[in-house]
């Protein structure tokens, strides 16, 4: 796809999770291009920070950017936000669609209460799926060529032990945004616009992690240290990428044409990943086929 047509002047853009990490550093990267920037959160406090943040960055005196408060696990919300934004005279062409919201919460298969499975497969699967179903058919409406991408993870690939419930979300949604692009590149057969991919970040220095402490904190009524959190945007790790790199190499893989974008970081590259990501399907397999023994799985895949 051309991205000249998409992050341009006077285009509008839309990004959820657009308070903090690489929902906001999406925001900051669409503002440099002159786009109008429509920014969509749950937390009211990080969302005026980094409104203020996005603003400064404008490079046109017509740039509309605005926050708005969005719960996109609620599909109402959703599709108020995408009539607030069709019907705004600012917007002409909706090129570019983020759906980036996400949260993080721990736990098995069976610690894990409904009500946080529910809560976390609302946000991570759901939310883009509200927004895509909601935003798409008016870009389809509007002719104009289109992005969408959707925030993915490498744990809905290699679904590392630990954190079950955020790897199903992060799979599903995966699975999900798959089935999108196939309908799009049909429909692309026959003079359609618009465009998906999936955005699959490493280790990024956000604050999803300090953010679902914070949540814990409350829930249990316990006081919250930040200093307690490992890493997290204000207290960036080495190891990780900082959240405009994840933007600036998104830019990188959609102009050769990629749909899965497999971000790399300052402790994986993408010769790991590939060898993480075989490994998991290997397992899978394994799984399934319940061979128990090393040596069994080498004679199975290797004789």
């Known amino acids: 796809m051309d991205l000249s047509r998409v992050f341009v002047k006077g285009n509008t853009a839309v990004i959820t999770g657009a308070s903090t990490g690489i929902g906001r550093a999406s925001a900051e990267y669409c503002s440099k291009h002159g786009m109008n920037v429509w920014m969509a959160d749950i937390d009211a406090n990080d969302l005026k920070s980094a409104l203020s943040i996005v603003k400064n960055l404008a490079t046109d005196v017509g740039q509309f950017i605005h926050s708005v408060h969005v719960d996109v696990s609620k599909k109402d919300d959703m599709k108020a936000l995408a009539q607030l934004v069709f019907n705004h005279k600012s917007t002409k062409s909706v090129s570019f669609l983020m759906n980036n919201a996400a949260i993080q919460i721990g736990g098995g298969p069976l610690d894990t209460s409904m009500d946080i499975f529910e809560e976390v497969l609302g946000v991570n699967t759901l939310g883009p799926i509200h927004g895509c179903q909601a935003f798409i058919p008016m870009m389809k409406e509007q002719n104009f060529e289109g992005l969408i991408v959707n925030t993915g993870s490498k744990q809905g690939i290699t679904a590392p032990p630990g954190n079950l419930t955020y790897n199903v979300s992060k799979a599903a949604l995966k699975t999900w945004t798959e089935g999108l692009e196939h309908e799009l590149m049909q429909q692309r ?115």
């Open 189 to 303: 057969k026959h003079g359609g616009k618009l465009f998906s991919a999936l955005l699959i970040p490493g280790w990024v220095n956000t604050d999803i992690h300090l953010k679902e402490q914070k949540m814990r904190a409350e829930r249990n009524g316990e006081k919250f240290d930040e200093n307690t959190v490992f890493f997290h945007e204000g207290k960036p790790a080495p190891g990780a990428w900082m959240p405009m790199q994840v933007i600036e190499f998104m830019i990188e893989e959609l102009r050769k044409g990629r749909f899965y974008i497999v971000c790399p970081d300052n402790d994986v590259d993408r010769e790991t990943d590939i060898l993480r990501m075989t490994w998991a399907m290997v397992r899978n397999y394994v799984m399934m086929a319940r061979i128990q023994s090393e040596s069994e799985i080498a004679l199975f895949f290797f004789n």
